[in-house]
């Protein structure tokens, strides 16, 4: 039992005192959970590299010459790799800059190119269709990246211009409101930007109920199979040419991405694309998810066993994390001109 102590958050050290007074049969599935958790931490870790590619600093007014996290494309490790967990996950997290030009970002979905729209039929190229039931995903630790390889740490704001609770964006198309990522920039010319696709470990190692908006249960992002939240989480019906709803092997129908409460694995993603940030005024573009690249990640041909055990091993869970893995070789993310 130490050993799983020392990988563990501290709700499971709390709750592993408890488990002596549990029935035989509740006793066994809570520790069970408890040890895959543990055991998926290690395993991933193993695989984690979070400098590999990494830009080459970091610039933030509070902590200007740090080392940058995540790869070219994407890379493990991204939330506040520095802190490794060890910031207090703040609700009001403080402002990096009280200037700046507003950059509005619009989320949309894309797939071969075309509008994906969710709740309606999507056509596809093998006759069937396509409806997204639910589709949702966090956004945290958002840097513009400039052309010499520096990143520059930017707070993501609400409408009116304050710092989001946890400095956390939820995308939830079934809500338009959510579907506009703010940031507060520095003008300047940037070749790209990057953000981690998640939530921090400080945040994701917290009870639910314990957090605010947009970290709470009805989030629809706790995640069942382990402990923490969803980075990412995709379901929908498929409804073949013949009017059958067997998907093909290619088209997932649900894809659960998420981390691990004991290390820090939520992905970061790099998009690059030109961003010219006026002195006065602000900026609007549009940035593109394409569904496509997503499936091809969730439904790759890599192994993920060492994490795949248990409740992890569920169709959406597996999907999920390959697609976690694979985010460095796709283009999920596309800055339209």
């Not at 939520?266 to 496509?292: C, H």
């Amino acid at each position: 039992m130490s050993s799983f102590v020392d990988f563990g958050s501290e709700r499971f050290v709390a709750g592993a005192c408890k488990l002596a007074g549990m029935k035989s049969r509740r006793w066994v599935l809570a520790l069970t959970t408890a040890m895959h958790v543990a055991s998926a931490g290690c395993a991933s870790t193993q695989q984690a590299d979070p400098a590999s590619g990494g830009a080459a600093g970091v610039l933030d007014e509070r902590t200007a010459g740090s080392t940058a996290s995540g790869g070219a494309t994407a890379g493990t490790g991204g939330a506040s790799a520095g802190n490794a967990g060890g910031s207090a996950c703040s609700e009001q997290p403080i402002p990096r800059r009280t200037e700046g030009t507003p950059l509005s970002l619009s989320l949309s979905l894309v797939m071969a190119g075309k509008p994906f729209v969710f709740g309606q039929p999507n056509a596809l190229a093998d006759g069937g269709s396509l409806v997204p039931l639910n589709f949702r995903f966090y956004v945290s630790e958002v840097q513009l990246l400039q052309s010499t390889g520096q990143a520059v740490p930017v707070d993501v704001v609400t409408a009116a211009g304050a710092p989001e609770p946890y400095g956390v964006h939820l995308f939830n198309a079934e809500d338009e409101q959510s579907s506009t990522l703010r940031v507060l920039a520095p003008a300047g010319d940037y070749s790209g930007l990057s953000f981690a696709l998640g939530i921090e470990l400080a945040c994701n190692r917290q009870a639910p109920a314990l957090l605010g908006e947009p970290l709470t249960d009805a989030s629809q992002m706790t995640w069942p199979h382990t402990g923490g939240f969803l980075f990412l989480r995709y379901e929908g019906r498929y409804t073949g040419a013949d009017g059958r709803a067997g998907a093909p092997s290619d088209l997932p129908t649900a894809v659960h991405m998420g981390g691990s409460i004991a290390s820090e694995l939520v992905p970061r993603v790099t998009i690059p694309g030109t961003l010219s940030i006026p002195d006065n005024g602000s900026l609007s573009r549009a940035l593109n998810l394409a569904v496509d690249e997503m499936f091809k990640g969730a439904t790759a041909e890599i192994d993920v066993s060492d994490v795949a055990v248990g409740f992890l091993s569920t169709p959406e869970s597996i999907a999920g994390e390959r697609l976690r893995r694979k985010l460095s070789d796709l283009h999920v993310f596309v800055l339209e001109p």
